[in-house]
């Protein structure tokens, strides 16, 4: 028995060449996580980020659900997980719970390899005395990692190909992501997420991607 299906839509139809930078600034709240003050953050204010200090003793991952950029120290930082590597096991957990997000990891030390190997889950790696310019440049480019629709949903659609969900399933939540933003519904990602044979742990991802990542998107794009 063959099946019909309508022409898919093309992720491009929701994506950008390129993002208001100025509106994406006024947009996305980054998350920093650090046991000292955050040195750079009075320069970055002064270019328009909206930086938010949350301190280094989280105790859930709940905590920084809502912020699409998260800046975390390795030193001094989560020890409520209990693991000796801190800050960079940290960033590690909030990579397999968030896998759209951009996480910069950032230090002033020479660590272990153990610690290097937990910070390739980062996007960038940064080193405290890094320079202004270079703050700046890497958030813009986190900016445009989670703003853009299109590129948001390819980071979701890598994770969810390594975790070895099948390319079909990945292709309906594709198009489910597509009509979420289009309407402006959440809920209908959500929704194919439930419907499809796929574990609790993918299903629990994607209805968090909805309430987190396509809500976010849809408020940019609304202006709110």
Not at 22 to 29: F, G, N, T, W, Y
Not at 40 to 57: I, M, N, Q, S, Y
């Amino acid at each position: 028995m063959f099946r019909t299906f309508r022409t898919p839509e093309p992720l491009s139809s929701i994506g950008q060449e390129s993002i208001d930078m100025a509106e994406a600034k006024r947009q996305v709240e980054i998350a920093v996580l650090d046991d000292n003050p955050f040195a750079p953050k009075e320069a970055l204010l002064h270019h328009k980020f909206r930086v938010v200090e949350l301190g280094p003793d989280i105790r859930s991952l709940d905590t920084v659900s809502t912020f699409p950029i998260i800046v975390c120290d390795v030193a001094g930082v989560g020890r409520a997980f209990g693991s000796s590597l801190e800050g960079a096991h940290l960033v590690n957990e909030i990579r397999k719970a968030y896998p759209d997000k951009f996480l910069i990891g950032y230090t002033g030390q020479t660590h272990s390899v153990a610690t290097t190997n937990a910070l390739t889950a980062a996007d960038k790696r940064m080193a405290k005395d890094e320079s202004i310019e270079a703050w700046v440049k890497n958030l813009e480019v986190g900016m445009n990692e989670v703003v853009n629709p299109r590129n948001r949903w390819i980071r979701m659609r890598r994770a969810l190909l390594e975790r070895g969900v099948e390319l079909f399933d990945v292709f309906k939540l594709e198009q489910a992501f597509i009509k979420a933003v289009r309407q402006r519904k959440p809920d209908v990602l959500a929704n194919q997420a439930r419907e499809l044979g796929v574990t609790q742990e993918i299903k629990d991802l994607i209805i968090k991607f909805s309430a987190t990542a396509v809500a976010t998107l849809i408020s940019a794009t609304l202006g709110v």
